[in-house]
């Protein structure tokens, strides 16, 4: 079956350092891939796109990579601050614009 | 996002009842979506509408029902609540235009079945 996953345990890490969230999929050969965040109590929020011919894509602090052999997404935060504490979900395309989304990795940046 | 709206925030109802939780956008996007969020499992599309006249089940439909009243309007209905309905809903929308693949959530509704 299909299958997304991401690291059900939280993410503690210190200030300024990069934070790295892991997304692992299954049973899917998605034409792209998206990241969002979700802050306690709110709809979660778009932050990224990559394209499955797309091995990288940056915003700001922001980097994504995509490897579809490997069936992995990792999602790095450089230069972590506390503000950037928040749950991050990854979101997979199925066609025909459906979209199935993990249940999160909750990060803690630490000042 | 303040374009996607979602009424009721918070609703308490008794087992059995029936209640309407209601989506509306300013986006102008032309596709809707209806989402239950439960710790641990992630978002899950319990209905979806390409455009008015088009509605779809999403994997979890069953006890729900679904209305596209107008572009801008998409409104959930729990027919008869149980208590595992408790979860918190979303309302999503996105764009056909710009492929559609990035949504837009609402602030979502967070029910509670006695």
């Known amino acids: 079956s299909q299958k997304i996953e991401q690291n059900s345990e939280a993410l503690n890490i210190q200030e300024g350092k990069t934070a790295t969230l892991t997304c692992n999929y299954t049973?899917?050969?998605?034409?792209?891939l998206q990241w969002y965040r979700q802050d306690p109590g709110r709809g979660p929020v778009f932050l990224l796109l990559?394209?499955?011919?797309?091995k990288e894509k940056r915003k700001e602090r922001l980097k994504v990579t995509f490897d579809t052999t490997l069936k992995q997404s990792l999602f790095h935060i450089t230069a972590s601050q506390p503000a950037d504490s928040a749950t991050y979900l990854c979101?997979?395309?199925?066609?025909?614009?459906?979209?199935?989304f993990g249940a999160g990795t909750r990060l803690f940046v630490k000042a | 996002d303040a374009d996607v709206t979602q009424t009721p925030r918070n609703r308490i109802t008794k087992t059995g009842k029936r209640i309407m939780l209601e989506c509306s956008q300013t986006?102008?996007?032309?596709?809707m979506y209806w989402y239950r969020q439960d710790p641990g499992l992630g978002l899950r599309l319990i209905y979806y509408?390409?455009?008015?006249?088009?509605?779809n089940k999403g994997e979890i439909s069953d006890g729900y029902s679904v209305s596209r009243q107008a572009q801008a309007k998409f409104s959930l209905s729990l027919e008869s609540a149980i208590p595992n309905q408790t979860a918190l809903y979303f309302c999503?929308?996105?764009?056909?235009?710009?492929?559609?693949?990035?949504?837009?959530f609402g602030p979502g509704t967070r029910l509670l079945v006695l």
């Open positions: 999503a929308t996105s764009d056909s235009r710009g492929r559609g693949e990035t949504q837009y």
């Open positions: 049973n899917y050969s998605p034409a792209y």
């Open positions: 990559i394209r499955e011919n797309e």
């Open positions: 979101a997979l395309d199925t066609g025909g614009f459906k979209t199935i």
């Open positions: 986006k102008g996007h032309d596709r």
């Open positions: 509408s390409f455009d008015v006249k088009d509605i």
